[in-house]
């Protein structure tokens, strides 16, 4: 996997623009030197998380003694059902900060922007391209650019696309992951049948 087709795996995931609604949401009742701060602050903690998954995968899958062909398996289903979820969304995010608490870690770093399938793909890209880390973090380092961007500049793409936009564009990138996530599966149950 090429570091273009890698970071494009991992933006789809992310899925900033589908993002947007539930940053507005928790960040709306701080002052927006605050707002910036913060967001800067959670998409930092995301990039180390994201990081750190990507170079301790193949440690944590050998310590979990998890094959790769389970992780792809696995990793397609959580796939799939985040794929469905944008594409048919459910009523009401629940971010789960009281009235006016400003997020610390969690939701906006973990899960928003590092979460279980990005971290799930991150360990199946590892395990199966040990000698490719490099690339590989090159790859993160550009999703999560272009992830920082969107996201920092959220009131922008927010009056740009419009509420109706970016479901659209969140449709979108869930039809895609749909693609992403059965060709996952189907790569997880080949290797391990052979």
Known sequence: MDILSAATLLFLIMDPLGNLPIVLSILKHLDPKRRRAVLVRELFFALGILMLFLFAGKSILNFLHVQPETLS????????IIAIKMIFPSGGS?????AGEEPFIVPMAVPMIAGPSVIASLLL???????????????VLLAWGVTFFILMFYSFFHRLLGERGLKAVERLMG???????????LDGIKSYLI
Request: hydrophobic residues 55%; negative net charge; charged residues 10%.
């Open 94 to 98: 629940i971010t789960g900060l009281a």
């Open 125 to 139: 890209l590892s395990s199966q391209h040990p000698d490719k880390l490099l690339e590989l973090s090159a790859s």
């Open 175 to 185: 039809l895609l992951l749909i693609m992403i996530s059965t060709q996952m599966l």
């Open 73 to 80: 398996i696995s990793g397609g289903i959580i796939l799939f």
